[in-house]
């Protein structure tokens, strides 16, 4: 820019660009270009500090990038958390809804569950059924099983309580099956064979003519054993199938006020040692596995063995371990007594064909009580024992012709013994007797019916005319029939 000013005037001119200018005029512009200049860096400072980009191009032209901070509030992120809550919300009631309907259906099927337990606890102990309670059993169960896989499916928050379910009814309907198919212990189609054996049985005796001679319990008015029903099956022993080897019977003497006396004593797994046994005082209590005593032999002076026991006015009679002696305890005090049985063999000499270590077999009748038993003396044929309960000692004693290891197991009524021995699987034979009165034997033929093979022990209880048999850890009964007398 240039200026020329002409004396005398008080004007001057300006070139600007190639225009000419009064100079006041130049001078107002170049304020106003200042000013503007001045306003436009202030802006670019002010932007610099927000985003720090900024550029001042030639002829004062200013250009500026900005960029604004990312602070607005997220409109659209707010919209998708509202539906998702809504649709959380919605899934929630669904899902409260369902466990509130099964919660009330699971209710209904636990008592349902517990009536199934209280079932399958009977059947296990022996308790009749039938073919179609196994079949209604199933039914249960599996509706049961179709509740708990629809819970294990959505209640995903109890699955370890829903498996637990799940799993126990599982294992119960593993045990019916097996109650069921269990060919060793079919109970059901060995009642079916009892059913025809009696009927056959009942048969035979109308052919024979003989009508059974109707005794009083506890009485000898009759001409001797004519035949035996049964078998009646009552249940396993309360120990299980294991314990295969053992007895039971029934106090015919017991002291006033204690009822019928049941008494059930399994053996050790080894078939020998008797350590344990239990009492119930009424026929009912022992189907019903109801208020039992158990006893506990605990000296080891006074264990026993083998399973030739019988229990006699509130006394249980049995062999003293590893030795000839006998023992007895008082079922109320647990006081026990032993005394020698003189000249008799023991551990396993002579026993019973139907097992080890029978080397005693008490017995109870009419009469009071009884051990048989062999000697080196006899030969190894029995010997009958006639001991005085109060002084616990031998009163008399008889020797028979008949060996004892050829004898599966015997019994006393009215002062005879009778012998048995097996002839199958399924049947024993009472073939023959010994009365003590007059020291005569006799061949007899009188067939047993059993459920398994091995038949350890058998009692007479003269207060009800029954024979009490161990068969394999399986209790049951015969009813004695007695020939009419003369």
Same mark, same amino acid.
């Given at each position: 820019? $240039?200026?020329?000013?002409?004396?005398?005037?008080?004007?001057?001119?300006?070139?600007?660009?190639?225009?000419?200018l009064p100079?006041?005029?130049?001078?107002d512009?170049l304020?106003?270009m200042y000013?503007?200049?001045l !306003?436009? =860096?202030?802006v *670019?400072?002010? !932007?610099?500090?927000?985003?720090?980009?900024r550029t001042?191009e030639r002829?004062?032209k200013?250009?500026?990038s900005?960029?604004?901070?990312?602070?607005?509030?997220?409109?659209?992120?707010m %919209?998708?958390?509202?539906?998702?809550?809504?649709? &959380?919300?919605?899934?929630?009631q669904t899902e409260? =809804?369902k466990v509130?309907?099964?919660?009330?259906?699971l209710?209904?099927?636990?008592?349902?569950?517990?009536? &199934?337990?209280?079932?399958?606890?009977?059947?296990?102990?022996g308790a009749?059924?039938? %073919?179609?309670?196994?079949?209604?059993?199933r039914?249960?169960?599996q509706?049961?099983?179709?509740?708990t896989?629809q819970l294990?499916s959505?209640?995903n928050?109890?699955?370890?309580i829903?498996?637990?379910?799940?799993?126990?009814?599982?294992n119960?309907?593993?045990?019916?099956?097996?109650?069921? +198919?269990f060919?060793?212990?079919?109970v059901l189609?060995i009642?079916?064979?009892?059913?025809?054996?009696?009927a056959?049985q009942?048969?035979?005796e109308?052919?024979?003519? &003989?009508k059974p001679?109707q005794?009083?319990?506890? *009485?000898?008015?009759?001409?001797?054993?004519?035949?035996?029903?049964?078998?009646n099956?009552?249940?396993l022993?309360w120990?299980? @199938?294991?314990c295969?080897?053992?007895?039971?019977g029934?106090?015919p003497a017991?002291?006033p006020?204690?009822?019928g006396?049941y008494?059930?004593?399994? !053996?050790?797994?080894?078939?020998?040692a008797?350590? *344990?046994?239990?009492?119930?005082?009424?026929y009912?209590?022992?189907?019903?596995?109801r208020?039992?005593?158990?006893?506990?032999?605990r000296?080891?002076?006074y264990?026993?063995?083998?399973?030739?026991?019988a229990?006699?006015?509130? #006394?249980?009679?049995?062999?003293c371990?590893?030795?000839?002696?006998?023992c007895?305890?008082?079922?109320?005090?647990?006081?026990?007594?032993r005394?020698?049985?003189?000249?008799?063999? #023991?551990?396993?000499?002579? *026993?019973?064909?139907?097992?080890?270590?029978?080397?005693?077999?008490?017995?109870?009748?009419?009469s009071?009580?009884?051990?048989?038993?062999?000697? %080196?003396?006899?030969?190894?044929?029995?010997?009958v024992s006639? @001991?005085?309960?109060t002084?616990?000692?031998?009163?008399?004693?008889w020797? +028979?012709?008949m060996?004892?290891p $050829?004898?599966?197991?015997t019994?006393m009524?009215?002062?005879? =013994?009778?012998?048995?021995?097996s002839?199958?699987?399924?049947?024993?034979e009472?073939?023959?007797?010994?009365?003590t009165k007059?020291?005569?034997?006799?061949?007899?033929?009188v067939?047993?019916?059993?459920?398994?093979?091995?038949?350890?022990s058998?009692?007479?209880?003269?207060?009800d005319?029954k024979?009490?048999?161990?068969?394999?850890g399986?209790q049951?009964?015969?009813?004695?029939?007695f020939?009419?007398?003369?």
């Amino acid at each position: 820019m $240039s200026c020329v000013c002409v004396p005398g005037i008080s004007k001057c001119w300006c070139s600007h660009l190639g225009n000419l200018l009064p100079a006041a005029e130049v001078g107002d512009r170049l304020a106003m270009m200042y000013r503007l200049t001045l !306003l436009i =860096l202030q802006v *670019s400072a002010a !932007l610099s500090a927000m985003v720090g980009n900024r550029t001042i191009e030639r002829d004062v032209k200013c250009v500026c990038s900005v960029v604004m901070p990312d602070n607005i509030f997220p409109v659209e992120r707010m %919209e998708y958390l509202e539906a998702t809550s809504q649709n &959380l919300s919605t899934s929630v009631q669904t899902e409260t =809804l369902k466990v509130q309907m099964y919660g009330q259906t699971l209710s209904l099927y636990t008592q349902q569950l517990q009536n &199934l337990t209280l079932r399958l606890q009977a059947m296990e102990s022996g308790a009749g059924y039938t %073919e179609l309670q196994f079949d209604a059993l199933r039914v249960e169960i599996q509706e049961l099983l179709s509740l708990t896989s629809q819970l294990r499916s959505t209640v995903n928050g109890s699955e370890a309580i829903i498996e637990r379910l799940h799993f126990q009814i599982k294992n119960m309907s593993t045990t019916v099956d097996q109650l069921e +198919t269990f060919d060793k212990h079919n109970v059901l189609g060995i009642r079916q064979e009892i059913k025809v054996l009696k009927a056959q049985q009942k048969k035979c005796e109308a052919n024979q003519g &003989l009508k059974p001679s109707q005794v009083n319990f506890g *009485s000898c008015d009759h001409g001797g054993l004519l035949n035996v029903r049964g078998p009646n099956v009552v249940q396993l022993n309360w120990r299980g @199938i294991g314990c295969t080897s053992g007895a039971w019977g029934r106090d015919p003497a017991p002291l006033p006020g204690k009822g019928g006396q049941y008494w059930v004593a399994p !053996l050790e797994s080894d078939r020998r040692a008797f350590n *344990s046994y239990r009492l119930y005082s009424s026929y009912n209590d022992l189907l019903l596995s109801r208020n039992p005593v158990n006893v506990q032999l605990r000296s080891s002076s006074y264990t026993g063995q083998g399973s030739g026991m019988a229990m006699y006015k509130n #006394y249980l009679y049995y062999n003293c371990y590893n030795s000839r002696y006998m023992c007895r305890m008082n079922r109320d005090t647990y006081r026990t007594q032993r005394t020698i049985l003189n000249n008799a063999t #023991y551990n396993n000499r002579f *026993s019973f064909s139907s097992g080890s270590y029978h080397d005693f077999d008490f017995a109870v009748d009419e009469s009071g009580l009884w051990v048989v038993y062999a000697t %080196e003396a006899s030969d190894g044929n029995m010997v009958v024992s006639k @001991i005085n309960d109060t002084s616990f000692t031998v009163e008399e004693n008889w020797v +028979t012709n008949m060996y004892k290891p $050829s004898v599966s197991g015997t019994f006393m009524i009215c002062g005879v =013994l009778y012998a048995m021995r097996s002839q199958s699987t399924r049947l024993e034979e009472i073939f023959y007797t010994f009365d003590t009165k007059d020291g005569q034997e006799a061949m007899i033929s009188v067939k047993m019916e059993k459920m398994l093979e091995k038949v350890s022990s058998v009692t007479y209880s003269p207060s009800d005319h029954k024979l009490f048999v161990y068969n394999q850890g399986n209790q049951m009964t015969y009813d004695v029939v007695f020939r009419p007398k003369g």
